[in-house]
């Protein structure tokens, strides 16, 4: 089992830039994919990005293309994730979760652990 807590959230103007974090307890973080989800007040929680167990491999959700980078420090048993150009529609809560199955995917059901959360808002 392993257990997730994200930092970082907080209030930002449109067009800054923040980098969450996510420290993972116990051994065998590396043994785990990575993902980032985030749910907006009112909505189902949505897919952000996930990376591999070694941080070779990425997936991005169309919307986050560009903006922003997964990145994962297994050293440091800690998954980064950097967003720029926020824009209002960002605000939300994001949630760090984590795999047991090698296969880096979308979807809330293919995640085993899930940390409480850090809000980002984003102002216009």
């Known amino acids: 089992q392993v257990q997730l807590v994200e930092s970082g959230g907080g209030l930002v103007q449109a067009g800054d830039s923040l980098r969450l974090s996510c420290a993972a307890s116990?051994?065998?973080?590396?043994?785990?994919?990575m993902g980032w989800f985030r749910q907006a007040a009112g909505k189902e929680r949505e897919f952000v990005t996930a990376i591999s167990r070694s941080g070779g491999s990425t997936y991005y959700a169309d919307s986050e293309k560009g903006r922003f980078t997964i990145s994962r420090d297994n050293a440091k048993n800690t998954v980064y994730l950097q967003m720029n150009s926020l824009k209002p529609e960002d605000t939300a809560v994001y949630y760090c979760?984590?795999?047991?199955?090698?296969?880096?995917?979308?979807?809330?059901?293919?995640?085993?652990?899930w940390g409480q959360g850090t809000q980002v808002t984003v102002s216009s």
């Open positions: 116990g051994r065998t973080f590396s043994s785990y994919v």
């Open positions: 979760a984590a795999r047991r199955l090698p296969t880096v995917i979308a979807g809330t059901r293919n995640y085993d652990y």
